[in-house]
């Protein structure tokens, strides 16, 4: 069975009422919610993790290596602008891969056009909204990890 972790960074427990022309409406349950769905109907499982620590989310990455985690489905947030300690656990793990932003980051601030990850991901997803991460978690059931 294949095993998805899928990250969420820092703020994205107030999707649906924060800021919702550029997150859209929709929860982080319901987005959670429609990914272990999404992978149940093909035998396999997602597990969701959110925090707004990056030390939390680094541990939760490094516990991926060793959980049978076979596939890393990350949202970074603002930490994708900031977080070193996140691109190292993710390089450390060797697991693949893929950023998800809910928004267009290229259209927004500048500073957002800058990501610690996207060099080092399989694939970066940029606003789509919340079908973004469907697309990376069905990218996902798709890999053939290379052993």
Do not use: W
Not at 35 to 43: F, M, N, P, R, V
């Amino acid at each position: 069975m294949k095993n998805i972790l899928v990250l969420h960074g820092p703020n994205l427990n107030l999707l649906g009422s924060r800021e919702p022309d550029v997150y859209g409406r929709i929860t982080l349950d319901e987005i959670n919610a429609r990914l272990k769905k999404l992978a149940e109907t093909q035998g396999a499982s997602v597990t969701c993790f959110q925090s707004n620590a990056e030390a939390t989310l680094v541990e939760r990455i490094q516990q991926a290596r060793a959980d049978g985690t076979q596939f890393i489905v990350i949202n970074p947030a603002a930490f994708t602008h900031t977080s070193v300690s996140l691109r190292d656990a993710l390089a450390a793990v060797a697991l693949p891969f893929i950023e998800v932003h809910l928004s267009n980051v290229f259209s927004r601030e500048a500073f957002r056009k800058e990501s610690f990850f996207s060099d080092i991901a399989i694939g970066v997803i940029s606003g789509l909204g919340a079908a973004g991460y469907e697309f990376a978690v069905q990218f996902a059931l798709n890999h053939k990890n290379q052993a």
